[in-house]
T-cell receptor, first 113, second 115 residues
Framework: GENVEQHPSTLSVQEGDSAVIKCTYS??????FPWYKQELGKGPQLIID?????GEKKDQRIAVTLNKTAKHFSLHITETQPEDSAVYFCAASTDFGNEKLTFGTGTRLTIIP | GAVVSQHPSWVICKSGTSVKIECRSLDFQATTMFWYRQFPKQSLMLMAT?????????EQGVEKDKFLINHASLTLSTLTVTSAHPEDSSFYIC???????????FGPGTRLTVT
């Protein structure tokens, strides 16, 4: 089955700096790679996703890049703000999300004011 | 759009009793619903996948007789934890998908504490 590894497990950055979180996956059949933000006691919130036919996607301060050959994808957050502090999870799935999601282990991001 | 709700948001029950958690898609029809479990400071682990009108498919290691899943309609799935024990205490999260090729939308989660 699919295995998703995520690094780093914790990340602290100064407010205004950029944060990068990286994930690798094992199943070449995976074609959908979402990123979720989870705040304490809440369900995961989709912040950005990318399909395998695209190499990069950007939404304001958030971007995701995908390297299918190397089987890794990354989340980039620019101009970080205190409200970006949360746990971030990457995930992988086939059928563009209608099949089971395999989650990474999570990254606790702390923005230092 | 694409809102998923869960009820209750938190529940405390005594060991040996059963508890039911509801997951509803409020503004779309969900052909597939997923149930995840998340222990403190850990990732989400898929428990089972359910399609409307069909029996749920459980992940390896998940006891289907303990975690009963019913997906009776296109907007409602329920997870019943039977004979709950303290080790079942966890954060249970559902997600729903409108169909093939569509992304999943997550509910807010249900915190279960078994005393």
């Amino acid at each position: 089955g699919e295995n998703v590894e995520q690094h780093p497990s914790t990340l602290s950055v100064q407010e205004g700096d950029s944060a990068v979180i990286k994930c690798t996956y094992s199943d070449s059949a995976s074609n959908y790679f979402p990123w979720y933000k989870q705040e304490l006691g809440k369900g995961p919130q989709l912040i950005i996703d990318i399909r395998s036919n695209v190499g990069e996607k950007k939404d304001q301060r958030i971007a995701v890049t995908l390297n299918k050959t190397a089987k890794h994808f990354s989340l980039h957050i620019t101009e970080t703000q205190p409200e970006d502090s949360a746990v971030y999870f990457c995930a992988a799935s086939t059928d563009f999300g209608n099949e089971k999601l395999t989650f990474g282990t999570g990254t606790r991001l702390t923005i230092i004011p | 759009g694409a809102v998923v709700s869960q009820h209750p948001s938190w529940v405390i029950c005594k060991s040996g009793t059963s508890v039911k958690i509801e997951c509803r898609s409020l503004d779309f029809q969900a052909t597939t619903m997923f149930w995840y479990r998340q222990f403190p400071k850990q990732s989400l682990m898929l428990m089972a996948t359910s399609n409307e009108g069909s029996k749920a498919t459980y992940e390896q290691g998940v006891e289907k007789d303990k975690f009963l899943i019913n997906h009776a309609s296109l907007t409602l799935s329920t997870l019943t934890v039977t004979s709950a024990h303290p080790e079942d205490s966890s954060f249970y999260i559902c997600s729903a998908s409108p169909g093939q090729g569509k992304k999943q939308y997550f509910g807010p989660g249900t915190r279960l504490t078994v005393t």
